[in-house]
């Protein structure tokens, strides 16, 4: 029954970072893209200990698009655009490297000393070559400023794109589909059929799709023009992504995604060189290459 609606399952890799765990289900050896989406990051949900955070220092990025999504907690975000600000729950930091960007995510000075909280999904998203290498941009989209859609009993609120008829004021550059789904107790919702690709992925709680459970921390890839309905008996918190499919491959090292690989090569030797731009108010310190083996290319 399950095959008549559903491609494949991805199974995450999960790592403890000191604190908390993050989940990563894209890029996966079986399957590395949805629509746009070439990296898919479920951060916590995780309390963190009184008096520490997160500090991700600044690191580079080029030709993707960066997505933040909070279910709990804050972030701050400061980029080499100037770009300097907190998202919290609801609302969507989209971050557009271009031909680069530097950016750092720390939490906030007065979360810290009760120990913050975090919980929430980064993604990235490749871009077209056509504008791979435009210039960075940075915007930030108040939870309210985003579409919901009520269910029976879920309430769905339109990251990027267009889903059940509504538009998300976000940013993109290709065909795009995203959502967050808050199912409660005995609640359902169909999902729109439309994108060439899709995923569902159950991040909190529980939920199912047409009978079948969605086990924690996987993306379940869905076939093309399929009409489902998920539902939940406890109540759960379900991300819907995708778009239109790519048809060249992306190549990946680090924090560089790029359809040349001479391009990511470039990257790496300017970020060695100290030549992107620095982050004002947050350029004291740096995450240096590491050492990855080679580029991995993906279809």
Not at 49 to 78: C, E, K, M, Q
Not at 201 to 222: D, F, H, N, V
Request: net charge negative; aromatic share 8%; with cysteine.
């Amino acid at each position: 029954m399950f095959d008549d609606f559903l491609l494949r399952t991805l199974q995450p890799s999960s790592h403890d970072l000191g604190g908390f765990k993050v989940h990563r289900t894209l890029p996966n050896k079986e399957r590395t893209m949805v629509g746009p989406f070439i990296f898919f990051d479920q951060m916590g949900p995780a309390q963190l200990l009184p008096g520490s955070g997160i500090d991700v220092r600044p690191h580079p990025h080029i030709n993707l698009s960066t997505v933040t999504y909070l279910f709990d907690g804050a972030i701050g975000h400061r980029d080499s655009l100037g770009s300097d600000l907190v998202i919290e729950p609801g609302a969507v930091n989209l971050m557009t490297a271009g031909h680069g960007i530097v950016h750092s995510e720390r939490s906030p000075e007065d979360t810290r000393p009760q120990g913050p909280r975090l919980s929430g999904i980064q993604t990235w998203l490749a871009m077209p070559e056509a504008v791979e290498e435009i210039d960075p941009a940075f915007e930030h989209i108040p939870a309210d400023a985003l579409p919901e859609i009520q269910g029976q009993g879920a309430t769905a609120r339109v990251i990027m794109g267009e889903l059940w008829g509504q538009r998300a004021p976000t940013t993109t550059y290709a065909g795009t589909i995203y959502a967050d789904i808050a199912l409660e107790p005995g609640g359902s919702i169909p999902i729109d059929p439309s994108a060439e690709e899709r995923a569902v992925y159950c991040a909190l709680g529980e939920a199912s799709l047409e009978g079948m459970k969605l086990e924690p921390q996987r993306l379940y890839i869905l076939k093309p023009g399929i009409a489902a309905t998920l539902r939940s008996k406890d109540g759960g918190r379900v991300m819907l992504c995708g778009g239109d499919a790519f048809t060249t491959p992306r190549h990946v090292w680090w924090n560089f995604v790029s359809s040349r690989r001479e391009r990511i090569e470039e990257a790496k030797r300017a970020w060695k060189a100290r030549e992107f731009p620095a982050v004002p108010g947050d350029d004291l310190e740096r995450i240096e290459i590491p050492e990855i083996p080679k580029t991995v290319s993906y279809p």
